[in-house]
């Protein structure tokens, strides 16, 4: 499993350089459906490279933070080798249609746990830890200034797919006509052009920015670990203040649940989606809560307890989709960043045994699919991309004896659209046909019981 781990990002690999002399390093999700520079996947890429060639993880992130501005902010996705296409170009979120280097949007900000995580791998290269720690300060200190306007500790996002979540359920509700892969989208991105992208003025005139659980534990994170980077106690201050505003604005002790809150006025999106367990995470996070999030709801196999890895949303909600499903991919399907950030707090809440299960699964959906975008957590089928990077995370829950031999290198996969379109095709057809055949079997039973 390792060795295949290591011939994707191989093979996903790309390099070069731009026509002023910056270069680049990254690794591609998944071309040719994915072949950009996206952010929290680089993040994800270069804490499976660390085990690999620590090399490649420092030239990840390096490429990452060149591809920012001298402010601190640094773009979602960034098209280093390969302008947008022009079929998707106008659904960037970039500040014109054309002549883009980069979107104009933020993603998940983890960079600092992973430059942490890197940079501990890293003993033959001691500088690397110190030497991104200026720009690392500026970017989160954008996020405090640009994304918290109410000085709450929260960072908002104003696009749904910041927070790499894109058309998840349970920004239905916030954005509407305007969530993904509805018409209205194109409007969300063009009345942010109009305002240059300037956060703080988007989230005061218009009501469709969200305080995101997920986004905002992974900024806890990473604010805790550039603290320990820099030695810098505001930082963990910062840090120690946006977990403290989860738990009092965020947590619903009804429910057991965390809940996006969307708006000026704060309003709860009761959908449970794995972002609502993200805070097990949380080091801080008091055991009570933890072990409601596991035993209410993360082990029950009515809402998160799936045959297979851990569903990116409850079983119970009515949005649940279990497949492909026309392009929605974050309606139910199970992802390994999940299984990635979940279970380490499974093993150390005692509950061990369990983590084992669900990792367990997740190395029987790779054996039997490969390395897949997403996977149907009820039947194991894999979906979607394939070769995908951040599904690589696997190695890093994985026992760590053994290692990668560099013979295993691929040559840079190209994929090929026609194939991925007729992969496409298939899978949404085999979800067609059981959906169909539920739905037959679900009215012969009323027949019967009839």
């Not at 999030?293 to 079983?315: C, K, N, Q, T, W």
Request: charged content about 25%.
């Amino acid at each position: 499993m390792r060795d295949e781990a290591y011939r994707v990002l191989a093979g996903n690999w790309r390099e070069g350089s731009l026509a002023d002399g910056t270069t680049y390093g990254f690794t591609c999700p998944a071309p040719p459906r994915y072949r950009h520079q996206w952010y929290w996947d680089s993040c994800f890429h270069a804490i499976v490279w660390r085990h690999f060639e620590p090399a490649r993880a420092r030239e990840e992130l390096r490429t990452l933070l060149r591809g920012g501005r001298l402010d601190g902010f640094i773009p979602h996705t960034i098209f280093w080798h390969d302008s947008a296409g022009w079929r998707r170009a106008p659904f960037y979120a970039t500040h014109s249609v054309r002549g883009n280097r980069a979107t104009a949007h933020i993603q998940t900000p983890l960079l600092a746990l992973a430059w942490e995580l890197v940079a501990a791998a890293s003993p033959e290269d001691p500088g690397f830890r110190a030497e991104g720690l200026d720009a690392l300060r500026l970017h989160y200190d954008w996020l405090d200034r640009d994304r918290d306007p109410d000085g709450d500790g929260l960072i908002s996002i104003i696009h749904p797919d910041e927070s790499g979540l894109d058309d998840s359920p349970k920004y239905d509700a916030v954005f509407g006509w305007m969530s993904h892969y509805n018409p209205g989208y194109v409007w969300l991105v063009e009345r942010s052009r109009r305002l240059r992208y300037d956060s703080r003025a988007i989230i005061a005139r218009y009501e469709e920015h969200v305080e995101d659980v997920m986004v905002n534990v992974f900024y806890a994170l990473s604010l805790h670990a550039l603290a320990r980077m820099t030695g810098d106690v505001q930082y963990e201050i910062r840090a120690d203040r946006t977990e403290q505003a989860l738990i009092e604005h965020c947590w619903d002790e009804e429910r057991g649940l965390f809940w996006d809150l969307a708006g000026r006025d704060h309003a709860p999106q009761r959908v449970s989606t794995w972002s609502s367990l993200a805070p097990l995470a949380l080091p801080s996070l008091p055991e009570p809560i933890a072990r409601r999030l596991i035993e209410e709801h993360l082990l029950d196999p009515r809402r998160y307890g799936a045959p297979f890895a851990i569903p990116s949303v409850s079983m119970e909600e009515p949005s649940f989709r279990a497949g492909w499903h026309l392009f929605r991919c974050w309606r139910g399907p199970a992802w390994i960043n999940a299984v990635w950030l979940l279970t380490p707090a499974l093993r150390r809440f005692g509950y061990d045994a369990e983590a084992d299960r669900i990792i367990a699964s997740c190395v029987e959906l790779v054996e039997r699919h490969g390395f897949r975008e997403y996977y149907n957590p009820l039947t194991g089928d894999g979906l979607a991309a394939r070769r995908f990077g951040w599904s690589t995370l696997l190695v890093d829950l994985l026992p760590t004896d053994g290692a990668t031999s560099a013979d295993t290198i691929a040559t840079p996969f190209q994929g090929s659209i026609p194939a991925e379109l007729w992969s496409m095709g298939a899978e949404a057809a085999t979800e067609t046909r059981r959906l169909a055949s539920a739905t037959v079997a679900d009215v012969v039973a009323r027949l019967r019981r009839r």
